[in-house]
């Protein structure tokens, strides 16, 4: 039976590990779509019916490029980040809360907090090791800004922590059964969207990847399959974020048709935050991580644990 119950977990994430590559493969499809419309052209059209097949074919052409790579670079550790940044972004999925449980568990949301963490050591490795100007100042950049935004990311899910009382994903839906989050801290919902688009380098805060200035940022050196990698980590982690934000924020419940639907529309906001907003200064940036969303986030936790405090004064 023990055997049985590895075999079950090991083949679920398999299955989870597939759908999510392929729902990367369709985000970038939609993302380059919704840009194309937004700006007034078609997008990708021309492979398979209305471009469908677009991401399939370009994958296929990535992969069979020929690898470059710079003489200078220090190589094991080029080669290797890609490859453990997409293992990092896929690894977060396993703590997605299944109906016959998977790796879901009691501490999912501190797993995730922890393979966060780990995002930022790909990026200045894959920045250090190619041993490029750009490549460090990507990367350096990238990492100050992801740590500044985990802090918090952190504090707004202690808010959270409190009132559901534990760490598990299943317990948000439990808790959101009768209202939503969202209507309860609507600043702590702004704040963890912004928070998020920091995250997942994205517009606005895309400075890691600011073309005008670092040339592509800390990926400037990697090419074909490197590049398709580092590529398919940052999608596969906008969409585990819009996974979390509809499970925080939007309690539906996880087996419905409807908690997809969400889902898909808050990954298209990652999208429309894109094709509508310019690049944040870079002060900016860090001036709205440590002036306004980090006393936010504080006042919220301390006003939710004098509330929870008194709720269990009540009852006693």
Known sequence: MYLNDIFLNFFGSIILVVCVLVGVAF??????????????????????????????????????????????????????????????????????????????FNLGLIFFLCCTSLGVYTVIIAGWSSNSVYALLGGLRAVAQTISYE??????????????????????????????????????????????????????????????????????????????????????????????????FLGSYLHSIFFFVELSFISFCFIWVRGTLPRYRYDKLMYLAWKSFLPVALNYLLFFMGLKMIIMWVLV
């Open 27 to 104: 985000l970038t499809l939609l993302e380059r779509k919704v840009l194309g419309y937004m700006q007034i052209r078609k997008g990708p059209n021309k492979v398979g019916y209305c471009g469908v097949v677009q991401p399939f074919s370009d994958a296929i052409k990535l992969f069979n490029k020929e690898q470059t790579f710079p003489m200078s670079s220090n190589y094991l550790p080029y080669y290797f980040s890609p490859v453990m940044s997409l293992f990092i972004s896929l690894f977060c999925w396993l703590v997605f809360p299944f109906y016959f449980g998977n790796v879901n």
């Open 151 to 248: 802090v918090s990311l952190a504090l707004i899910l202690m808010s959270f922590i409190f009132l559901s009382e534990g760490y598990s994903l299943n317990s948000f839906m439990l808790f959101q059964e009768y209202i939503w989050f969202m209507f309860l801290s609507f600043p702590l919902m702004i704040a963890w969207f912004a928070s998020c688009l920091a995250e997942t380098n994205r517009t606005p805060f895309d400075f890691a990847e600011g073309e005008s200035e670092l040339v592509s940022g800390f990926n400037i050196e990697y090419s074909s399959g490197g590049f398709a990698l580092i590529f398919m980590s940052e999608y596969a982690s906008i969409l585990f974020m819009s996974m979390l934000f509809v499970l925080i």
